[in-house]
Nanobody, 116 residues
Framework: QVQFVESGGGLVQPGGSLRLTCAAS????????MDWYRQAPGNQRELVAR???????YYADSVKGRFTITRVNALKTVYLQMNSLRADDAAVYYC??????????WGQGTQVTVSS
């Protein structure tokens, strides 16, 4: 029933910035812990950032200090602000509730390409 749609990806130069958006529909969004994952070709899907229902945030070591996850519950939306992008940040980025990630239900994701 709950669905998440990612947007905001694109081509960016190394050192540049992008803001990804995750729009949710259905469910009670405000109670969900929300995650951003990414998957590069040949790699496993990895957790990038999490924001809990209470607003606490967690980041993978590889993105600490560069990425910021936020949420606006009234809009059922989660954002991922990505700064100082590097080539190894290139991947398809997915959002999901923590529970949804555990259950294996994923949307289409949004492609981030980092190239000069």
């Amino acid at each position: 029933q709950v669905q998440f749609v990612e947007s905001g990806g694109g081509l960016v130069q190394p050192g540049g910035s992008l803001r990804l958006t995750c729009a949710a529909s259905g469910g009670i969004f405000s109670i969900y812990d929300m995650d951003w994952y990414r998957q590069a070709p040949g790699n496993q899907r990895e957790l990038v950032a999490r924001i809990t229902s209470g607003g606490s945030t967690y980041y993978a070591d590889s993105v600490k200090g560069r990425f910021t996850i936020t949420r606006v519950n009234a809009l059922k939306t989660v954002y991922l602000q990505m700064n100082s992008l590097r080539a190894d940040d290139a991947a398809v980025y997915y959002c999901n509730s923590a529970r949804g990630a555990q259950g294996g239900a994923w949307g289409q994701g949004t492609q981030v390409t980092v190239s000069s």
